[in-house]
């Protein structure tokens, strides 16, 4: 028969659950706020010049060129390299958090600067410049190559179909076509090329690594490429005649801060050492070492700058590549940093927002609803939302992953808040405790197991989520699978998801061991 508690028995129990629950938030604060948390932060150091760069290969070296030839001149200087597309690029200049970053003139015609600047595809120099000047920003020289969009195929697949033009492609509504996210998108993209051409495919966005792939693999038919890729030659691929002319001219320059002249004397000369100097086939070389012989980029454009602009100054350009451990340790204390601050702050509002929302009426449930509408909000959207107000780096990835941390604490506080049942409810207001000691030594250490269940949760969708992070430039794992997408090296993508999964299983571990220490052995049962 069940031993039923006497009166003493049930105030010890209640004890207990009191010393339980202060048990439980100490140490998930002690947890949430260890070592990683108190990490350097590596991605800001206001006294270098930092030089950024687009996620595909070319932009990479061009972005490691600028850093690299201001290190030479005696500045401190680093590279943020694959910080997404044009416009992630383009307001992080305009906010300060890097100081130049290679662009192309067709891109800032047709997808930066607004219409209302009057610019053509005809337009000069001189009216870029012009625009620029009038948003902060100024613009070197063209480096010497002109890297236009274009349309590209397999040649036997090609001559197969007797396909030679982007007209031609009319005649084949059925091929497999695969186009860049931000060539779907783009003003200069599919949009109006569909228009000019007349075109019937319905195309997928893929990013621009992953097209190669499936255009290899036969996946897909037809993808857009840049004219200085490394593919083209390495995977025999035909570039379809533009015989309506749509494609403008994407000359290659810098873009740099219009105070970066006074503020660092020489930094701009640095990068005009580099106007005029890269032809197309020299670039066309440089994107072949990195992708397709795997040289890492920053070796890559070292040994061009030794080679050629520094060769005979006495200065020389460092690539500064770490060993793997290195590189390891690094991504590991960014990561952290990502997961342990955003998961802290979702746990200090989530559970006081769970219990409003248990307490609330009606009023909790449409707090409910509006947790619940933030996290509708796809992962990497909620990433760029947060770049224009806080700019790049960990601030605004921290922000968006502890607003999507949100939703599991909040619903599953309120679940375990709400699943009480009656008879235990009414015991603890016999007892006459208030209704905040009711919370706080009846309800919350009863809730405590759903808590750090959405606590769980939270951190497995935090740890997957922080690598996006990368993006923006707040480093960790994403770092080197972006790299390894780029490069299609299956080595570095493991690089970054094996610790990825080695972390959440260790902090799953972790806060089951806790989730032991601080309930009672009743309440575990």
């Known amino acids: 028969m069940r031993h039923k508690p006497r009166p003493g028995e049930r105030t010890r129990a209640n004890n207990r659950a009191s010393k339980a629950s202060g048990r439980t938030t100490i140490f998930l604060l002690l947890l949430l706020l260890a070592a990683p948390a108190q990490a350097q932060d590596t991605t800001r150091t206001t006294e270098a010049l930092t030089s950024g760069s687009k996620k595909f290969t070319e932009n990479v070296i061009l972005g490691a060129m600028a850093a690299q030839l201001w290190e030479a001149r005696g500045f401190r200087a680093r590279h943020r390299a694959q910080l997404g597309g044009s ?49 902060g920003v100024r613009m070197t020289r063209p480096l010497g190559f002109n890297n236009t969009y274009a349309l590209g195929m397999k040649k036997a697949r090609a001559a197969k179909l007797g396909i030679e033009t982007i007209s031609d492609l009319r005649d084949h509504p059925n091929l497999k076509v695969a186009f860049t996210n931000e060539f779907m998108d783009r003003g200069d993209g599919w949009p109006a090329l569909r228009k000019a051409y007349d075109l019937p495919h319905v195309p997928r966005g893929v990013d621009h690594d992953i097209a190669y792939r499936g255009l290899r693999s036969g996946a897909v038919d037809v993808i857009d490429l840049y004219s200085t890729d490394a593919e083209i030659e390495a995977y025999d691929l035909r570039v379809l005649d533009d015989d309506r002319d749509f494609f403008t001219r994407y000359e290659a320059v810098y873009l740099y801060r219009a105070g970066l002249a006074e503020r660092a ?25 990195s992708k397709i012989d795997g040289v890492d980029a920053e070796k890559g454009a070292a040994r061009f700058l030794n080679e050629t602009i520094l060769a005979g100054t006495g200065q020389a350009a460092r690539a500064d590549v770490a060993g793997f451990w290195t590189r390891l340790g690094q991504r590991s204390r960014e990561h952290g940093v990502l997961v342990g601050l955003s998961l802290t702050l979702a746990v200090l509002l989530a559970v006081p927002l769970g219990v409003a929302a248990a307490k609330g009426g009606a009023a909790g449930q449409s707090l409910l609803l509006l947790v619940g509408l933030t996290y509708t909000v796809p992962s990497l959207a909620l990433l760029a939302l947060m770049v224009p107000p806080l700019g790049l780096g960990r601030v605004p990835a921290v922000t968006a992953l502890f607003l999507y941390s949100l939703l599991p ?117």
Do not use: C, H
């Open 409 to 525: 604490i909040v619903w599953n506080t309120y679940t375990g808040l709400r699943d009480i049942d009656g008879p235990t409810r009414a015991s603890a207001e016999a007892l006459g405790l208030s209704p905040w000691a009711k919370l706080r030594r009846v309800e919350l250490p009863l809730a405590a197991r759903s808590v750090l269940a959405g606590v769980k949760i939270a951190a497995v969708i935090n740890v997957g989520t922080a690598t996006l992070g990368a993006l923006i430039g707040a480093g960790g794992y994403g770092q080197p699978i972006l790299t390894g997408i780029r490069r299609a090296d299956l080595r570095l993508i493991l690089e970054g998801t094996i610790p990825a999964a080695v972390l959440t299983v260790l902090l799953l571990a972790l806060l089951e061991g806790i989730e032991r220490f601080v309930l009672p052995e009743g309440l575990r049962r």
């Open 87 to 135: 416009r992630f690029l383009w307001e992080a200049l305009r906010g300060g958090d890097i100081d130049a970053y290679p662009e192309y003139t067709g891109t800032l015609v047709q997808e930066i600067l607004p219409e209302s600047a009057g610019l053509d595809s005809s337009s000069t120099s001189e009216n870029l410049r012009r625009e620029l000047r009038e948003r």
């Open 265 to 289: 004397p020489g930094a701009v000369q640095a990068l005009r050492q580099l106007e005029g100097r890269i032809d197309a086939e020299t670039m066309t070389r440089l994107n072949k070492r």
